[in-house]
């Protein structure tokens, strides 16, 4: 156990699979991901034909080698060369994909983030109606 604790600490690449492998269910994302452990980078690229583009995060790219993929159904209004704020995931290549986009705050980057009121983050963050009226 012990090795393993150690070759996901100096790769982090190997947690998902690791754990996909162990226990599958327990692969959802907490939603903590979308808001205490965001990004930054620069859109590299992105091609409006076949639906994707890159995110430069040098962080990222120490970690797994490669900038971050951006799916069309994140990109919003950002366009290349812009900075961004964005929470990560991995996909099923193992590879990071950003979700969430926001702009980057002049004051703080995504130190100083916080959840534009129309990003997944921030519906996720309110509470349900019903969940209020809970006893």
Same mark, same amino acid.
């Given at each position: 156990? #012990?090795?393993?604790?150690?070759? &996901?600490? $100096?790769?982090?690449?190997?947690?998902?699979?690791?754990?996909?492998?162990i226990c599958p269910?327990?692969?959802?994302?907490?939603?903590?991901?979308?808001?205490?452990?965001?990004?930054?980078?620069? &859109?590299?690229?992105?091609? $409006?034909?076949?639906?994707?583009?890159? &995110?430069?995060?040098?962080?990222?790219?120490?970690? $797994?080698?490669?900038?971050?993929?951006?799916?069309?159904? #994140?990109?919003? /209004?950002?366009?290349?060369?812009?900075?961004?704020?964005?929470?990560?995931?991995?996909?099923?290549?193992?590879?990071?994909?950003?979700?969430?986009?926001?702009?980057?705050?002049?004051?703080? /980057?995504?130190?100083?983030?916080?959840a534009p009121e129309?990003? &997944?983050? #921030?519906?996720?963050? #309110?509470?349900?109606?019903?969940?209020?009226?809970?006893?």
């Amino acid at each position: 156990a #012990q090795a393993i604790v150690e070759a &996901i600490q $100096h790769r982090s690449s190997l947690a998902l699979p690791v754990v996909s492998a162990i226990c599958p269910e327990l692969t959802f994302a907490p939603s903590k991901a979308l808001t205490d452990r965001r990004m930054t980078g620069w &859109i590299k690229s992105f091609n $409006h034909h076949t639906g994707y583009g890159f &995110i430069v995060c040098p962080e990222l790219q120490r970690t $797994h080698g490669t900038d971050v993929f951006l799916h069309r159904a #994140q990109v919003g /209004g950002f366009s290349v060369d812009q900075q961004v704020s964005f929470a990560v995931f991995l996909n099923k290549y193992n590879k990071p994909q950003a979700f969430d986009l926001a702009p980057v705050s002049s004051v703080g /980057g995504a130190s100083g983030w916080s959840a534009p009121e129309s990003s &997944i983050a #921030q519906l996720w963050l #309110q509470p349900n109606a019903a969940d209020a009226a809970a006893p």
